[in-house]
Structure formats: structure tokens, C-alpha cells
């Protein structure tokens, strides 16, 4: 009786398990995948032997080949990233040597672990999307508005790091949303360009409704010089997005997206 209820236990964590092969692989051999189980848990029956060392082996050897089917099946995309990762993470690692070694030396500069870090993240994400869309780079003006895109992009989260960080004002990161809008656009357009110049007009817009509804609390000069940058980055991300308005009748041109 005892036997009986191992059996069945071991058999439908089994099948459980058989869950996690992709749905391919798991409906053409999932069945017969199962029956092998169950008869050697016979086997081992009729010979008087345990079954937790047989079935131990089995579901290892079983992990084992979900691991390699999954991997095998992985999208295109997902590989692309794992593939990029190392190498952009060393890339920003080089990068991001630049401001750790210059707040030695410049006695304002007071960030923190946390200053770092994000710098750090801001770095490799932005390397992260260089090379995804790089791969999609064949009209001349969608270089172009990639080439825009970034520079605005980078040189806006990076400004907006330092000024919160040397006015301690947490109203700059609003101007964050502007960087979020851009990367889930991008990825939600699979980096096409149409989608991408949507994309782009909407940051434009959102900086500047930020601009012209947060209140900057700063001194006149410096409230004009705050509205000139606001303006630059506003035509910036609009220019970027008429450069790949203009590439998206030329999509034909460009390969497959890395989606």
C-alpha cells in the first residue's frame, strides 16, 4: 500500500514537472515521457527496490533537459540580451570609472552609494538599447534619430541626476517619467520606426508639459536658463522623432527587428 502511494505521489510531481518543457517539445513527448517513468517505478517495484534514488535520478536528469529545451526555445530577443549583457555591463563598467574617479579629486561632488549606482544602471541600459537597435541600423536618417534619441536622452537623465542631487530637490526626477516613456515605447514598438517616432513626440510632449506645470522655485536667471534647456531637449527629442517618421517608410530597408 505503501508502494502504491509512492508511486503515485512520485507520478504526478512528475507531470508536474513535465509542465516546465516548452509546450512543443511537452505535447509531442510528454506522454511518452511519463510512461517511461511509471514503468520503470515498476520495474523497481517488482525487483524490491526504493524509488526515491530512481526517481531522484529521473527528475534530475529531467531538470537537466528543461534547462536545454527552454534554452533552445528561448526568443531571439531574449537570447540577444544575454548575449550583449557582459559586454555592455563591462562597457558601462569603463564608463562609469569616469565620474567615480573625478569625485576624488572635485571636493562638491557629494554623491552617495546610491548617486553611484544609478549612474551605473543609466550607463548600461543606455548601452543596452545602443547595441539592441544597432543591429537594426540601415536608413540613413533612423541612425540619425537613434544618434539624437540617445545623446538627449543620456545627456537629460544625467543632468537631472546631478541637479537633484546638488539642489536635493525631488521634483527633478519628474523628468525621469520623460526617460521611462522612451524606453517602454521603444521596446513596446519592437524598435520600428514608426513606433519609435511616436515615441519620441510623446517624450517631447511630456517635457514639456513637465516644464511648463513644475514649479522650478529657482531664481530668474536661472528659471530662463531652465526653460532654454527645456526648449533644446523638447526640439531634440521631436527632431529625433521626425528622423524616424521619415525611416519608417523606409522600414522595408532595415533587417528584422531583434524582437
Not at 529531467?62 to 544575454?82: D, Q
Request: proline share 5%; aromatic share 14%.
Amino acid at each position: 500500500m505503501m508502494d502504491r502511494c509512492s508511486r503515485t505521489w512520485y507520478a504526478r510531481s512528475y507531470s508536474t514537472l513535465l509542465r516546465m518543457y516548452p509546450r512543443p517539445f511537452r505535447e509531442r513527448f510528454g506522454e511518452g515521457m511519463a510512461q517511461t517513468c511509471h514503468d520503470l517505478c515498476l520495474e523497481h517495484k517488482d525487483a524490491r527496490r526504493g524509488l526515491f534514488g530512481l526517481m531522484l535520478w529521473i527528475f534530475c536528469e529531467t531538470l537537466m533537459g528543461i534547462v536545454k529545451e527552454n534554452t533552445i526555445h528561448m526568443p531571439e530577443f531574449v537570447k540577444t540580451m544575454f548575449g550583449l549583457a557582459p559586454r555592455v555591463a563591462l562597457g558601462a563598467l569603463v564608463v562609469w570609472m569616469a565620474p567615480v574617479v573625478a569625485a576624488q579629486f572635485v571636493a562638491d561632488w557629494h554623491w552617495g552609494v546610491g548617486g553611484f549606482a544609478f549612474v551605473y544602471a543609466l550607463f548600461f541600459l543606455t548601452g543596452m538599447a545602443i547595441a539592441l537597435v544597432a543591429r537594426k541600423m540601415g536608413v540613413w536618417s533612423y541612425k540619425a534619430g537613434v544618434g539624437v534619441a540617445f545623446v538627449a536622452g543620456l545627456v537629460l537623465g544625467w543632468s537631472t541626476w546631478v541637479q537633484a542631487a546638488d539642489l536635493e530637490n525631488p521634483a527633478n526626477f519628474w523628468y525621469d517619467t520623460v526617460l521611462v516613456i522612451g524606453a517602454a515605447g521603444a521596446l513596446l514598438a519592437r524598435f520600428k520606426a514608426t513606433g519609435l517616432a511616436w515615441t519620441l513626440f510623446a517624450m517631447a510632449a511630456v517635457l514639456a508639459l513637465i516644464s511648463v506645470t513644475l514649479p522650478s522655485g529657482a531664481p530668474p536667471d536661472m528659471a530662463r536658463r531652465m526653460a532654454i534647456g527645456h526648449g533644446v531637449y523638447v526640439v531634440l527629442f521631436a527632431a529625433s522623432g521626425l528622423l524616424f517618421r521619415h525611416a519608417s517608410g523606409r522600414d522595408a530597408h532595415l533587417p528584422d527587428p531583434p524582437l
